[in-house]
């Protein structure tokens, strides 16, 4: 099966792909560099969301461009990983959290545009995405058993909040996603969500917990934690990797699109 991974803060390679070769994908949306190789017996295409050095803020991710760079490398899921910080006690940092649920009510790209591929009137496969839950529950069950293997506490459940970044948010703003039932926020994943549901790609996301949000824990901790937890979220993701991508051999897509034209 070919799958794509795509990264995020912290995790700018993928450090164990066998016959790993770099290239870069045209698309209308502009150019993507990959990286294509193996684990095992897993075809791997792997993106950078930040790209090298961090070149680009969470504002400035082209989303739209890293999805149909995938979907031309003809990729039959997709594995995303973000760090996030939590907004749910529960979500302690350190551990996992396989999310089965999306809070992104912008629908914004972070030019201010809507998160969609459906941008022309009257476009062929144009709709609406229609789900229950946003995520591929057979391949969050294959991440869930795989994260056993990784040493770290996982939450098979969680919901996933977007919000925009650069800066951080306020604890005004934390609380209100805490009323909504967010676990855990980061700044990049809900348009991936999207575009890969509206090209009903079989996708997951998993969140490394780096620090608890404004206001959640009693006291702060200092930023180094957070930043020493951000360097060592590469290996964790990439022994989840280890132990889910190899056999993965099916994955079905969240809900439908409700085509126009079809």
Same mark, same amino acid.
């Given at each position: 099966?070919?799958?794509?991974?795509?990264?995020?803060?912290?995790?700018?390679?993928?450090?164990?792909?066998?016959?790993?070769?770099?290239?870069?994908?045209?698309?209308?949306?502009?150019?993507?560099?990959?990286?294509?190789?193996?684990?095992?017996?897993?075809?791997?295409?792997?993106?950078?969301?930040?790209?090298?050095?961090?070149?680009?803020?969470?504002?400035?991710?082209?989303?739209?461009?890293?999805?149909?760079?995938?979907?031309?490398?003809?990729?039959?899921?997709?594995?995303?990983?973000?760090?996030?910080?939590?907004?749910?006690?529960?979500?302690?940092?350190?551990?996992?959290?396989?999310?089965?649920?999306?809070?992104?009510?912008?629908?914004?790209?972070?030019?201010?545009?809507?998160?969609?591929?459906?941008?022309?009137?009257?476009?062929?496969?144009?709709?609406?995405?229609?789900?229950?839950?946003?995520?591929?529950?057979?391949?969050?069950?294959?991440?869930?058993?795989?994260?056993?293997?990784?040493?770290?506490?996982?939450?098979?459940?969680?919901?996933?909040?977007?919000?925009?970044?650069?800066?951080?948010?306020?604890?005004?703003?934390? =609380?209100? @996603? $805490? +009323?909504?039932?967010?676990?855990?926020?980061?700044? /990049? #994943?809900?348009? !991936?969500?999207? *575009?890969? %549901?509206?090209?009903?790609?079989?996708?997951?996301?998993?969140?490394?917990?780096?620090?608890?949000?404004?206001?959640?824990?009693?006291?702060?901790?200092?930023?180094? =934690?957070? @930043? $020493? +937890?951000?360097?060592?979220?590469?290996?964790?993701? /990439? #022994?989840?990797? !280890?132990?889910? *991508?190899? %056999?993965?051999?099916?994955?079905?897509?969240?809900?439908?699109?409700?085509?126009?034209?079809?």
């Amino acid at each position: 099966m070919r799958i794509g991974v795509i990264t995020g803060s912290g995790s700018y390679d993928w450090p164990s792909l066998d016959e790993a070769c770099e290239r870069t994908v045209a698309t209308e949306f502009g150019d993507v560099t990959v990286t294509e190789g193996r684990i095992k017996d897993a075809e791997v295409v792997h993106l950078s969301r930040h790209g090298a050095g961090h070149h680009r803020l969470s504002h400035q991710v082209e989303h739209r461009a890293n999805l149909a760079a995938l979907l031309a490398c003809h990729v039959q899921a997709l594995v995303s990983f973000t760090v996030c910080g939590a907004v749910d006690l529960a979500a302690e940092p350190g551990s996992l959290v396989v999310f089965d649920d999306l809070y992104f009510p912008s629908n914004r790209l972070p030019d201010g545009s809507p998160c969609t591929w459906y941008d022309t009137p009257g476009a062929p496969g144009r709709g609406h995405w229609i789900f229950e839950a946003p995520f591929s529950e057979p391949l969050r069950q294959h991440l869930i058993a795989a994260a056993a293997h990784t040493g770290a506490p996982v939450l098979a459940r969680g919901t996933y909040g977007h919000v925009d970044g650069p800066r951080f948010n306020s604890r005004s703003e934390i =609380a209100a @996603l $805490a +009323r909504a039932g967010v676990t855990a926020v980061s700044q /990049t #994943a809900g348009p !991936e969500v999207v *575009l890969a %549901g509206e090209a009903e790609l079989p996708m997951a996301l998993v969140g490394y917990v780096t620090d608890y949000a404004n206001g959640v824990a009693p006291a702060p901790e200092p930023v180094e =934690a957070l @930043l $020493a +937890r951000m360097a060592s979220s590469t290996q964790v993701f /990439t #022994a989840l990797a !280890e132990h889910a *991508l190899p %056999g993965l051999d099916t994955a079905a897509a969240a809900g439908f699109v409700y085509r126009f034209d079809a």
